[in-house]
């Protein structure tokens, strides 16, 4: 058994393909499922003009806008929202005094013969900004009234009303919409930090694991998988994979609760063949898709991760998951992400990885 040098399986591809001679690559997905891509370069003189529209788009999707945000953002624009409704229309009803002559009366009790007072008792600012608060927490102290023989302060009444209660009901939507996000759910699943290729029912596989953290269970788990790779320059190829769990075939699994472990036949028609069972030496990375229902709300969830070439070990296979305790109960192992070494040799056409290369091969 030998084994072939880098140099002599690539043949000279080295001076023929500009990728090897980049700079090495970045992940499109981290391992936590977040997207790792950069946005696009904008001239030097349009910067601007290019944040300027950025703005616009994130701003015409406000809704999605609000419920991405971390929640001490939330916070406060929930804060800042009511602070400048209330401050609106405080502007607003003191205007209203001030063009009505409500300033200048000292005695609203007893107003001059032939005036009527707006609003009873805002004599500055911050009488105003007070009957802006009582008005739409409608808290009435009962100090401070408007006056029926006075249509613009019913007009404007009717007004901040209306505003208010489509602020407090996208505000409570969105605190909601929040609270009740399927990522969330999909924060306690995880997959193993490493693929392994390895003998599954005499073929050979590539395999990952993936576990449920809590003990509620999820159903209808479905795994898949693009194989992102570099063609034609900086051109990134997709490529659908498929993975099976035992004998369900594609049928999604019933029911999430213990570690699984997914399966992909590494044979001449898997995409994933020619980079890990022939030696090619192109960049490749490949994101895991699993997707899954809540089983109390019927919510979907996707968590997502990304494997590169470094991250696949070969001629390995994972530990059991499930062991017994002394009672005879299902308990589930804490090194469920562990791998040894397979019982099985691979297949003599397989890809050997050598520090984590993957370009040589055993003959």
């Known amino acids: 058994m030998t084994t072939k040098s880098n140099s002599s399986v690539l043949g000279g591809k080295a001076s023929s393909s500009p990728l090897l001679s980049s700079p090495p690559r970045q992940r499109l997905v981290t391992k936590d499922g977040h997207c790792s891509l950069s946005p696009p370069q904008s001239p030097s003189g349009s910067w601007r003009g290019a944040s300027a529209r950025a703005w616009l788009l994130a701003l015409q999707d406000l809704w999605g806008l609000l419920v991405g945000l ?18 609106l229309f405080a502007c ?7 063009l009505n002559g409500d300033l200048a009366v000292q005695d609203h009790d007893a107003p001059p013969q032939g005036h009527v007072v707006c609003v009873k008792h805002i004599t500055s600012f911050t009488a105003a900004f ?4 009582e008005t739409q927490l409608t808290i009435g102290y009962g100090t401070m009234f408007p006056s029926g023989d006075c249509p613009s302060a019913i007009a404007l009444l009717a007004v901040q009303m209306l505003l208010g209660l489509m602020l407090e009901a996208f505000i409570t939507g969105a605190f909601v919409a929040k609270i009740a996000r399927p990522q969330k759910r ?17 073929q050979t596989c590539l395999m990952l694991r993936a576990t449920n953290l809590l003990q509620r269970p999820l159903v209808d788990v479905k795994v898949s998988a693009v194989l992102y ?11 659908a994979l498929d993975f099976h769990l035992d004998h369900l075939g594609q049928q999604p699994c019933p029911f999430f609760i213990f570690p699984l472990t997914f399966y992909h036949p590494l044979d001449r028609r898997s995409p994933l063949y020619p980079a890990l069972c022939e030696g090619m030496s192109k960049h490749f990375e490949l994101v895991v898709f699993l997707s899954a229902l809540q089983e109390g709300t019927g919510d979907s969830c996707q968590k997502r991760t990304s494997y590169l070439r470094q991250e696949i070990q070969f001629d390995r296979r994972f530990v059991p998951a499930l062991g017994l305790d002394a009672r005879g109960r299902y308990m589930v192992s804490t090194q469920h992400f562990d791998t040894a070494h397979s019982k099985e040799p691979l297949n003599k056409d ?14």
């Open 70 to 87: 971390r929640w001490r953002w939330v916070l406060l624009a929930f804060c800042a929202s009511f602070l400048a409704h209330w401050l």
């Open 92 to 98: 607003l009803w003191y205007l209203l005094a001030h």
């Open 130 to 133: 007070s009957f802006s608060l």
């Open 186 to 202: 999909a924060g306690v699943i995880q997959f193993s930090p490493q693929a392994v290729v390895g003998q599954h029912q005499g």
């Open 229 to 239: 790779e570099e063609h034609d320059g900086q051109a990134l190829h997709q490529t």
């Open 350 to 363: 397989c890809v050997v990885q050598i520090n984590g290369d993957g370009s040589d091969r055993m003959e």
